[in-house]
């Protein structure tokens, strides 16, 4: 069983920076395809970025395109995610999951672990 654990998140102004990771344990393995959603209050969960097994193939949400930037260290089974010039519309809890495949994963219920979450607030 895969385990997440995401930290990194905080309260930023408009135009700020903040880097979020994703530590994964417990038979990570090969073949981990990983990826970032996000759910604010009263919506649902929402497609950010996905980085495929070996960071070769990556795809975002049109939303964070040239802002965020996704990428992972297999070495230390972790995930990151950085983001640039953040809005108030990325306010959110910002959700790491994995899932096994050679391929990217985009669709939330393609990946069967999910980590707890880390809270991103972006003041005006």
């Known amino acids: 069983q895969v385990q997440l654990v995401e930290s990194g998140g905080g309260l930023v102004q408009a135009g700020g920076s903040l880097r979020l990771s994703c530590a994964a344990s417990g038979g990570t393995g090969s073949n981990l395809a990983m990826g970032w959603f996000r759910q604010a209050p009263g919506k649902e969960r929402e497609f950010v970025s996905a980085?495929?097994?070996?960071?070769?193939?990556?795809e975002y949400a049109d939303s964070v395109k040239g802002r965020f930037t996704i990428s992972r260290e297999n070495a230390k089974n972790t995930m990151y995610l950085q983001m640039n010039s953040l809005k108030p519309e990325d306010t959110a809890v910002y959700l790491c999951a994995a899932g096994r495949g050679n391929r990217i994963l985009s669709q939330k219920n393609q990946y069967p672990h999910w980590g707890q979450g880390t809270q991103v607030a972006v003041s005006a």
């Open positions: 980085i495929s097994w070996n960071g070769a193939t990556k």
